[in-house]
């Protein structure tokens, strides 16, 4: 709203001086500038990370309007207006060189401007109340010939500021306007290809103006034709407007850039397996090819941190140095990313913090991942070894049916058949034969029972774990205290789980811990079903990666129902098997 | 010489002079004392003994051939196919039959057995017969 009543002003101004030459052409040119340099340092400063030159560019504006003012016929009005012209001089070189950060970053940048400051606050301005006419003709005025007086002018002129301070100042000037088109230029060879995009058209039309502006004095200086002046003039006013343009152009080249590598990242991020392939869609979406990327994973347990480059390999910390720019980020996890790339991205962190944010949500979801893919990798070994168990419970079922109740049977069956023919004969061996057999028959009925225990345990369907353990504690030779008061009843397979681990346990302590003196089975229902088999034997040195079958098939038992197990011994301390299946 | 040999191996008993001696060779000690008290009540057979594997069973048989050898199918080591084709080689005249606790069809094809495996809860003093009778006269 602002911008269009100062631009509709400053058109006003211009089309009000009725005996203008080209005052349309003028005045046009005139507001679109101010249009153009407010509306878009209005809308970078409204934007993160660049509002500081909004900042700079809206007050650049501002000068701008008030120097337009110099294409009216009102004395007070031209007067200000051409004052003006030297501050929006200033102004828009401190624009340019700081674009776009809106900061002085380097030291020639500061200089030249130093360099304007100095000359506009000595040579320019003090002048004012010392001359009748501003130097004409100028491309800030429309008035050809017929120009107001300056209206500050105190009464007398000195002949050294003809003679002496206005063409030293021209000629200073010149030399300023060269220096800075030397430093944009140098700004622009530096930037990387990426950043040149942005800055070519705000650099290349700031250049393109404080040539055509020498120029324009040079000629002046030199007393061209009125027609050549009016060419340099006509020049001198489009490239200010071309220049604002630049501004508008270089923001949206910049706009169209990072949105188009900010979605290429987040659309390519899915479909990254590795740090080395996210490095790849770096280059490829910020379309920077000497990007690098480093991350360091969550460090376990308060260690040190360790850094990795994109091959995994380990590298030192990056820091920042003068040829390039940093931007890092930290997942919850404590999985942080640093991403090296060129310095010009310096002027653009908002833009670095939402990349370097993309990548740290690609690197944690590989993390993520893989953790996972390993987590499956365990179910699968574990149901591997829990089939591998079934099976081989099966195995030992079948031999020990064969071995045993088949094979007594078999015999029991010749030696049948035996005394059925000896008592056809009558024959007193017979009878005896027979009663024979009856042993025979209650040692395949004990062979039988105890093979069905071991499948499972009757007891431990009628009577629940307390019970069971404690038939299971009197068939060991060392004393068996269990303690399960209260326990109540759960889920089949959470009671046979807990059996059969507390029996491997139990097993386990009366083949290996020595000097025990008895063992202890303690069974508690809290938030968890929580069990412990203890002893006070041997113990031994606990080492989880050395640990036996029996162990890892008791942990595949718990873990199929939710548990897990742990193990604490030590040599002369004892072993404790501690269990805990979760009930919720 | 006889004493010297019952001295090393003193669950094996002499030959009987007229009657087919029989050797039974079974992982299972429960069914030798069954075989044994099939062979003693069967009139014209006499036991010399019972061994636990294949190998000791070929030992047994180059001191002091039995006419007939039971031997189970299903031995750990030595199988009972492969100690009956050892026996066929190395002692042709000596009868083999072979017995099994499982189930005829279940036992794995070989062509010794040509389909001859009697089922052990099957012998009796009448097959021990019916077999020699069978065989008695390729073997002489």
Known sequence: MLTLVLSTISATVG?????????????????????????????????????????????????????????????????????????????????????????????????????????????????????????????????????????????????????????????????????????????????????????????????????????????????????????????????????????????????????????????????????????????????????????????????????????????????????????????????????????????????????????????????????????????????????????????????????????????????????????????????????????????IIEEVRSLARGIYPPLLASSGLGEALRAAGQRSHLAVLVSAEGLGRFPSETESAVYFCCLEALQNASKHAAGASGIRIELRREDDLLFEVSDDGCGFATDHNGEGSGITGMRDRLAAVGGDLRIESSPGAGTSVLGRVSIA | MVNGMAGCQPELMPKALGSVSVLAVDDHPRFLDAARAVVEATPGFSWIGGVTSGEEALARVDRGQPDLVLVDVNMPGMDGFELARALRDAHPETLVALISAQHPDELPADDFSAGEVLAKENLRPAWLREFWEKHRGNRS
């Open chain 1, 15 to 443: 089309l009000s001086n009725a005996a203008a030459p080209r005052q349309g052409a003028s005045a046009a040119i005139a507001a679109l500038t101010v249009a153009a340099l407010l509306g878009v340092g209005l809308y970078a400063w409204r934007r993160e990370g660049e509002g500081r030159f909004g900042q700079v560019l809206f007050a650049t504006g501002l000068c701008w309007f008030v120097a337009s003012l110099s294409n009216s016929d009102v004395e007070l009005l031209y007067s200000v207006g051409r004052v003006a012209v030297w501050i929006f001089e200033m102004a828009l070189i401190y624009a340019l060189l700081s674009y776009p950060s809106g900061r002085l970053e380097t030291r020639p940048a500061r200089l030249v401007f130093a360099a304007a400051a100095v000359l506009v606050a000595t040579l320019y301005l003090p002048t004012v109340p010392f001359v009748e006419q501003y130097p004409l003709p100028s491309p800030f005025a429309n008035c050809a010939a017929e120009c107001p007086p300056n209206a500050f002018f105190a009464g007398s002129e000195p002949a050294v500021l003809a003679d002496v301070v206005k063409p030293l100042r021209e000629g200073l000037t010149i030399v300023l306007y060269v220096l800075v088109v030397v430093v944009l230029s140098a700004r622009i060879r530096a930037a990387g290809h990426n950043l040149k995009r942005t800055l070519v058209p705000v650099l290349g039309a700031g250049a393109l103006r404080f040539s055509a502006a020498g120029l324009y004095i040079a000629l002046r200086r030199a007393e061209g034709s009125a027609d050549v002046m009016e060419i340099a003039s006509l020049v001198a006013q489009l490239t200010i407007g071309a220049a604002a343009l630049g501004f508008l152009v270089g923001l949206l080249q910049w706009q169209v850039y990072s949105g188009r590598a900010l979605a290429g990242l987040s659309t390519g991020l899915a479909a990254t397996r590795n740090p080395a392939q996210l490095r790849a869609l770096l280059a490829q979406s910020l379309a920077e090819p000497a990007v690098e990327l480093y991350y360091a994973p969550p460090p376990a347990d308060g260690g040190a941190r360790c850094w990795l480059d994109s091959s995994s390999e380990e590298c030192s910390a990056k820091a920042e140095t003068p040829h390039n720019c940093l931007a890092e980020a930290e997942a919850e996890s404590g999985l942080r990313v640093c991403i090296v790339c060129d310095r010009g991205f310096r002027e653009y962190p908002s833009f670095l913090r939402a990349v370097a944010s993309c990548a740290i949500s690609g690197l944690e979801r590989q993390r993520l991942d893989a953790a996972l893919s390993e987590s499956l990798e365990d179910v699968a070994a574990s149901r591997k070894r829990l089939a591998g168990t079934a099976d081989g419970a099966r195995r030992k079922i079948e031999r020990d049916l064969h071995d045993g109740a088949q094979q007594h049977l078999v015999a029991l069956r010749v030696k049948l058949e035996l005394a059925r023919e000896a008592l056809e004969r009558h024959s007193d061996s017979g009878t005896e034969m027979v009663a024979d057999l009856a042993p025979e028959v209650d040692e």
